[in-house]
């Protein structure tokens, strides 16, 4: 198993206010397998992924990634921000060059490897640019390739296209597609945009208001890319769309 | 397509800053003469160089000045002694402004102490400085410094203050140690901030010396 969540809770008291956002939150992830976390806001989505990230601790249970326990954050899970948090005061090549000069990644391998990206992000020519001088798809797509250019084994998402228009997010989504698919990196990314869930995921697992209880777990067969007009698309996206309202406040409120 | 257009778009906006550019120019160009042209009327009608010379009188005696060599000389050394106050002030305002930033208990600590220096007058440091450094440059040195490192401190603090989490720990899931995060993201991140207090601390290095 490339993932394991284990038994994962969390509370947060704030004001005196107790809030349990995660309850004994479990799930497996296979190596190579793209999952979406689906689930209203304020579901605890975020909450998770930065768990599994290392950027916070659970009060209790374990993530496990490739056999080993989480302790703190570390370039084998690589994270990408809704924000982006690219370095401004580095240019577009400095922020791709940066997670392999930390783990120390010989020169001209390193050199090598940003060639790779950069013509996979289709950011040749921009590598001098700040990112202040590029446009939001371009920043998305930076931020991705620095992610996965120490290769690791799992890499975190936070709706990595959120800020970006509808446009811009269906090509994007396309090629997100296509660089996964160069290596098939274990891939958990958080939406709570339900077509790209579907479009995007080998299997999407529906959070709930209430402590992120999972409400629905369940693999997307289609074949890629996908065919967003077809029938059995739809289907997925009913099903999914459904467990989502059962998922909402209304719905778990007592 | 997709460049074209946003290369176009960073064209515009950049024109369009320097259009505003030009037209605040214009208006503090305005100002300028606006200023001088009353001070000149004021000065004509009160008639007396001792309390409202005239425009052209100080214009005057600024160029003489600034041609005389002795008062040159005392200018520099004015310059001088802000200059060697304001590296002083540097040296020991950033590190303190970097500690502080970065750890809550030397803030608490030191804080408090820090506040309460601060309050006092800058004049009230003059005897006792006097005391300890004797006549001479040591006391202006002091005094320079002391004026200029709170504002270097306080600037410098914030800046680390501010630093996004999300840039900490981007740098950490991509394997930075708590060395490279000092050097790579803590640094540039609050240069900004560090100037600001260092332009701060110039100003009132020249106040404190007048
Ligand atoms: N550091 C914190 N302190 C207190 N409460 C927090 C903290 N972080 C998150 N929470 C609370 O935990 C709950 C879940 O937050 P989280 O950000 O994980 O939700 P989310 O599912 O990512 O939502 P969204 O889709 O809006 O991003 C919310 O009620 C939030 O207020
Ligand atoms: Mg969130």
Redesign the pocket.
């Known amino acids: 198993m490339e993932l394991t969540v284990d038994a994962i809770n969390k509370t ?3 004001n005196g206010n107790i ?1 349990q ?1 995660l309850k004994d939150i479990s799930f497996e992830v296979d190596k190579g397998q793209f999952i979406s976390l689906l ?12 768990i599994i990230a290392g950027f ?1 601790k659970p009060d209790s249970g374990s993530i496990i990634v490739e056999g080993k326990k989480v302790v703190k954050a570390g370039p084998d899970r690589g994270f990408v921000f809704q924000n982006y948090a690219l370095f401004p005061w580095m240019t577009v090549k400095d922020n791709i060059l940066f997670p392999m000069k930390q783990i120390k990644m010989p020169k001209a391998e390193r050199e090598e490897r940003l060639k790779v990206l950069l013509e996979m992000s289709q950011l040749e020519g921009r590598e001098g640019l700040y990112p202040h001088q590029i446009s939001g798809g371009m920043k998305q797509r930076t931020a991705l390739v620095r992610a996965l250019a120490t290769k690791p084994s799992v890499l975190l998402m ?2 990595p296209l959120g800020a970006l228009d509808f446009q811009m997010r269906q090509s994007l989504q396309d090629e997100l597609e296509e660089i996964w698919l160069r290596d098939r990196t274990t891939v958990v990314m ?1 939406t ?1 945009d339900v077509d790209e869930a579907v479009y995007l995921s080998d299997r999407v697992i529906v ?1 709930s208001t209430n402590k992120g209880q999972i409400v629905e777990d369940m693999n997307i067969e289609l074949d890629r890319p996908r065919n967003r007009k077809s029938i059995e698309y739809e289907k997925y996206k009913n099903q999914l769309t459904i467990a989502l309202t059962k998922a909402s406040p209304e719905m778990t409120e007592d | 397509m997709e460049n074209k257009a946003s290369l176009y778009k960073g064209r515009s906006r950049y024109s369009e800053m320097k259009k505003r550019d030009i037209k605040e120019r214009i208006y503090r160009g305005l100002v300028f003469v606006g200023v001088i042209g009353i001070w000149y009327f004021g000065a004509i009608r009160i008639d007396s160089p001792l309390l409202l010379p005239t425009p052209m009188a100080i214009a005057k005696a600024l160029v003489s000045s600034v041609t005389d060599p002795e008062i040159l000389l005392n200018l520099s050394i004015t310059m001088k002694r802000v200059l060697k106050g304001f590296l002083y002030a540097l040296l020991a305002g950033i590190p303190i402004g970097y500690i502080m930033g970065l750890s809550e208990l030397a803030e608490k600590l030191l804080g408090g102490i820090i506040d309460s220096v601060r309050q006092v007058p800058i004049m009230a440091w003059v005897p006792l400085t006097i005391i300890w450094l004797g006549i001479g440059d040591g006391p202006t040195l002091f005094m320079i410094a002391l004026s200029g490192v709170f504002p270097i401190i306080l600037n410098t603090m914030q800046g680390v203050r501010g630093i996004s989490k999300d840039y900490y720990n981007a740098a950490r899931s991509m394997g930075a140690g708590p060395l490279s995060i000092f050097v790579n993201v803590i640094i540039p991140a609050s240069i900004p901030d560090v100037l600001t207090g260092a332009r701060i601390a110039v100003g009132t290095g020249w106040m404190s010396v007048v």
């Open positions: 947060f008291i704030s809030n956002v689930g209203p806001s304020g579901c605890g989505k975020t909450t998770l992924l930065t916070q936070d709706e958080v709570h959070m």
